[in-house]
């Protein structure tokens, strides 16, 4: 898959505070706050697992249960979860067009892409990326 960088400049008044769960997952709520993280992790060789979603996606909620264990079990991954009406233009900047679909970046480039629920293809991607 070719490396692509993005950068977002959208705005967004809504609700302005990220939220993290008990597993390191992150939620983020504004634009404003995503591109400030995005934007610092791009420079590193952090890997990024982005979780698009939304929640009425019966899908997705299978798939909470196996990201919260992955958070778990990769501390050294950030894990960010993205409601796709809620930050309707980041979900359109990746042209996610099925739930859930987890985008993998590392230093702000697509490593890989998941879509659907695939945890065993997730699992080995992101064993992949994270070295």
């Known amino acids: 898959m070719a490396a692509k960088a993005y950068k ?5 008044s809504s609700r302005s505070l990220e939220t993290q769960s008990s597993n390191n997952i992150l939620t983020f709520h504004s634009i404003a706050n995503w591109n400030t993280h995005f ?14 979603t939304a929640t009425w996606c019966g ?12 958070a778990s079990k990769y501390t050294d991954v950030d894990f960010i979860k993205v409601d796709v009406e809620e930050l309707i233009g980041v979900s359109q900047a990746f042209q996610v067009q099925a739930l859930p679909t987890f985008i993998l970046f590392k230093r702000g480039k697509v490593a890989d ?9 997730l699992k080995g991607m992101i064993e992949k990326h994270r070295k």
């Not at 997705?60 to 264990?69: A, G, S, T, W």
């Not at 892409?113 to 293809?121: D, I, L, M, R």
């Open 8 to 12: 977002f400049v959208y705005v967004d």
């Open 113 to 121: 892409k998941v879509v659907g629920v695939k945890k065993e293809e």
């Open 59 to 70: 899908p997705c909620k299978l798939m909470d249960p196996v990201i919260q264990e992955f």
């Open 39 to 52: 934007n610092a992790l791009k420079g590193t060789n952090k890997l990024m697992v982005i979780n698009f």
